[in-house]
């Protein structure tokens, strides 16, 4: 039995004392029990030797367990004391993780390719050992690459939800995500990131030293060790763990309702864009992560040249170009599609808002057209190259079936060529814009095959194939069907006359062609030449046409002043709001001011008074002689009287000084009422004059809707029917589908039952035949036991009847009487010698 010692020195001399006879087991015990024992409640430095040392024998042992024992046994002693002794479990800590760390590189050196080609480290040991090479290597080094991984799982165990151990816990956390990525760790990688989720779920029970998340330091701890793992998740191309590495961050700081800083929100866009650009579809959130990437640049980074604006502008331009223009609609699928793609994009939307404050959730719905209104009014379009603007101008604002692909591909070629790092912005990735080129090409060939419908009813496939060089005909046929499937474009080819037809008479949406707008132009035009009685009734429905587009313009108009009005009243709210504050902490720092001149003024006085005092002490003291006694004293009496005087006029000073600012406080309470007063009645009259502007605003945009209802009415009873012919299609559909699905789950259903009858009558047959075979071979073995005694009974008798044969011969010789004749050589005669068998002689 081990000895526990009372001094961690004494437990020390004796690991030492094992250790060097080669018992390290032993020592490893010796100094587990003084760590773990009783009388070791309080921290004191041999203690922190001890478990240096202890620490070091379990890394050469791989005593992940006697380690972890080890390390909670010290946490507690260190954090339960008044004093700030966590420095000391620090480096115990990193010592700890040193030493794995540098057994693990040797190890990797030895045996590289066998530890880097295991799938799983948490697997049993000689079971991972022997899968790797097909050898026992249970005696090598290579299984310190899975000890360290377990010593980073203890630490992090040790160390979480303690608010002593943060900073503790967050490097630990920041070497494990090293670990991950130094060796390509993805499954160690993903349980690291679920075990600190984990963890910070686990942070609202009712510990006693839990973490305060509302506290600065400790959500920033919190937050870098999120960043870091999303970065490492994005090194390792982990797209899933990255994301949800997003919403650990996002989750965070909605928890503790305070904006990250800067930096980590460049770090956090930057990541977005590679995450949906990678999920090629989710493009358009790719463009949001963009432009807010931009925003955030252009408001914070004071170091931002004009090229690095320029590329971040071209890429958020370039990445919403890339936004399928078909994206939002939602025809072709189902309810519970509907429903899967509202949940997406209200994840997707969420982990956008930067402010992370519920009144977004009212924000506008996010769409391609919504995000390129956005990027004009921020002033993207404007910061990005000449290159990028003429592609969004052509692609969006003109209208060329012919010549659109001619006319982009020379952008295509310059673009291609523009990115780069930022200068600016370290922790951004690199950015090239010729990402954007294959779907800038594909959208190219949607806008070429839509304004092909407006314009032409047919055309030839070589012709088409001629317009759009960037892709071969099947490939232009496939983003066709996907254009015809959510209605963006009505088109059929025909193979056999190898012709494209273009019709507009089957789209269901709101867009109209232009060819149909050309023909409804031409018959009107044919009704007006043979009435010519009704051009004069044209003309005033042309000048009322003009004079509604005229007030719907001048209502725009208000309606943009009106906006830019409370943009301006709000920056004037912001503004005075900004100024009382700096008003009042100016006054705070005045007072301060104040109350620190007058304890300087204090502690003046008093030091002139001490110092005088012991200046004349030391004149006293030179001259002070026998005789000069009675001097002393009276000097003394006369510092006592000149000392208390000085007291008294400070005491004066000091109420005095309070009477000057009663005073001015006096003076200028009516003068802050006035100005208050002042200003009550100055906004009253703005409030009544915003009022009575904003009734007429109401009044004028109230008449213009009814004239706009007025004009939409009379496409209510075509929009009625065009609804009921839809409506009765899709559910002729939607019967259809339902009764076909009814049959394949019938069939199904069927199917599936012959299959369980079909199993069970098998396994039924199995199970009576494995009985008929079991019930044979216990016959069997039931007839074998039966030989094998019978067999065993027979020799038994056997036996027997020979002991009683030769027990009746022995008795037979000791009963014949003894041979009295002298002759050497007679027969026997009598019973005696019927008894032999073999008529033997006796000598």
């Not at 942070?203 to 970065?231: F, G, H, I, M, W």
């Not at 931009?294 to 408001?299: A, E, T, V």
């Not at 709210?573 to 304890?599: T, V």
Request: positive net charge; hydrophobic residues 35%; contains cysteine.
């Amino acid at each position: 039995m081990s000895t526990i010692f009372a001094k961690p020195e004494s437990a020390l001399r004796r690991a030492e004392e094992l250790i060097h006879v080669g018992q390290k087991q032993a020592a490893l015990e010796a100094l587990h029990d003084l760590i773990t024992s009783r009388r070791c409640r309080s921290w004191q430095k041999p203690l922190e030797k001890a478990m240096m040392r202890y620490v070091e024998l379990c890394v050469d042992l791989r005593k992940g367990r006697f380690a972890k024992d080890g390390l909670i046994q010290y946490s507690r002693i260190v954090c339960q004391q008044q004093l700030n002794n966590v420095s000391s479990l620090e480096e115990v800590v990193k010592h700890f993780m040193h030493l794995s760390s540098k057994k693990a590189e040797e190890a990797a050196m030895d045996h590289q390719a066998q530890a880097l080609d295991v799938h799983d480290l948490e697997a049993p040991e000689d079971l991972m050992l022997s899968y790797v090479s097909g050898k026992d290597w249970s005696e090598s080094d290579t299984p310190y690459l899975k000890f360290l991984w377990e010593t980073y799982r203890t630490v992090l165990e040790v160390l979480r939800n303690n608010s002593k151990l943060e900073a503790l816990y967050a490097m630990a956390a920041h070497k494990a995500f090293q670990f991950c990525k130094q060796y390509k760790r993805s499954a160690e990688f993903r349980r690291l990131c679920e075990m600190i989720r984990n963890h910070l779920a686990n942070l609202n029970r009712s510990y006693r030293d839990r973490p305060d998340l509302t506290a600065p330091e400790s959500c920033q701890l919190y937050l870098d060790t999120r960043v870091e793992q999303l970065k490492i998740a994005a090194e390792l191309s982990l797209s899933q763990e990255a994301f949800r590495s997003v919403e650990d961050i996002h989750g965070l700081m909605s928890m503790v309702q305070r904006t990250p800083k800067p930096s980590v929100l460049a770090v956090y866009y930057a990541k977005l864009t590679e995450i949906f650009w990678t999920s090629e579809s989710h493009y358009l959130y790719h463009a949001y992560a963009r432009l807010e990437l931009f925003n955030l640049h252009k408001c914070h980074n004071k170091n931002l040249t004009r090229k690095d604006l320029q590329l971040l502008a071209s890429s958020a331009l370039l990445a919403a170009l890339s936004v399928t223009p078909y994206y939002d609609h939602e025809s072709g699928l189902s309810h519970l599609e509907l429903e899967n793609e509202k949940g997406r994009s209200s994840r997707m939307a969420n982990l956008l808002n930067s402010s992370f404050d519920s009144k977004r959730e009212n924000r506008e719905k996010v769409s391609r057209a919504s995000l390129l209104s956005e990027l004009a009014a921020r002033g993207v379009v404007s910061c990005a190259s000449q290159e990028v603007q003429d592609l969004y101008n052509l692609m969006e604002h003109e209208f060329l079936p012919l010549d659109l692909a001619s006319k982009v591909q020379p952008l295509f070629s310059k673009i291609s060529t523009i990115g780069g790092k930022l200068s600016s912005a370290p922790s951004v990735p690199e950015i090239q814009l010729s990402q954007y080129q294959p779907a800038l090409e594909k959208l190219t060939t949607l806008r070429v095959l839509q304004q092909a419908s407006r314009v032409f009813q047919s055309m030839r496939i070589d012709t088409l194939s001629r317009m759009i060089p960037f892709f071969d005909f099947n490939v232009v046929e496939k983003i066709a069907v996907d254009a015809v499937k959510h209605n963006f474009v009505a088109m059929k080819v025909d193979h056999l006359s190898g012709a494209v037809r273009f019709s507009n008479t089957e789209i269901e949406s709101d867009v109209f062609g232009a060819s149909h707008l050309i023909g409804a132009l031409a018959d009107s035009l044919n009704k007006a030449v043979h009435k010519p009685s009704e051009v004069g009734s044209l003309a005033g429905v042309v000048e009322k046409e003009h004079q509604r587009l005229l007030a719907r313009k001048s209502i725009i108009e208000k309606r943009k002043e009106d906006y830019e009005r409370q943009i301006l009243e709000k920056e004037k709210a912001e503004e005075a709001k900004r100024l009382s504050i700096q008003k009042k902490s100016a006054d705070e720092e005045r007072e301060r001011l104040l109350k620190d001149r007058r304890l300087r003024e204090q502690q003046r006085i008093r030091q002139e008074i001490e110092d005088r005092a012991q200046r004349e002490i030391g004149k006293t003291e030179q001259k002070v002689t026998k005789q000069g006694a009675m001097e002393l004293v009276s000097h003394y009496l006369a510092y006592r009287m000149s000392r208390q005087g000085m007291e008294k006029r400070l005491e004066k000073l000091a109420k005095r000084m309070d009477h000057l600012e009663r005073a001015r406080r006096q003076e200028e309470a009516p003068l802050i009422e006035e100005a208050f007063r002042r200003r009550v009645e100055e906004e009253k009259v703005l409030h009544e004059q915003e009022q009575l502007r904003e009734n007429e605003i109401s009044e004028q945009r109230h008449a213009g809707d009814l004239l706009e209802k007025k004009r939409l009415s009379r496409f209510l009873e075509h929009k009625n029917a065009f609804q009921e012919r839809v409506v009765q299609r899709r559910e002729a559909e939607f019967l259809s589908l339902t009764k076909e699905r009814e049959e394949r789950i019938s069939q199904l259903v069927s199917s599936r039952r012959r299959e369980r009858e079909t199993a069970r009558k098998l396994t039924y047959y199995l199970k009576m035949e494995e009985q008929r075979i079991q019930r044979a071979r216990e016959e069997e073995e039931q007839r074998i036991q039966r030989a094998r005694e019978e067999e065993e009974q027979r020799i038994q008798r056997a036996r027997e009847e020979e002991e009683q044969r030769e027990e009746e011969e022995r008795e037979r010789r000791e009963e014949a009487p003894p041979a009295r004749s002298n002759q050497p050589w007679r027969r026997r005669s009598g019973p005696s010698a019927n008894s032999s068998s073999s008529g033997s002689w006796r000598h």
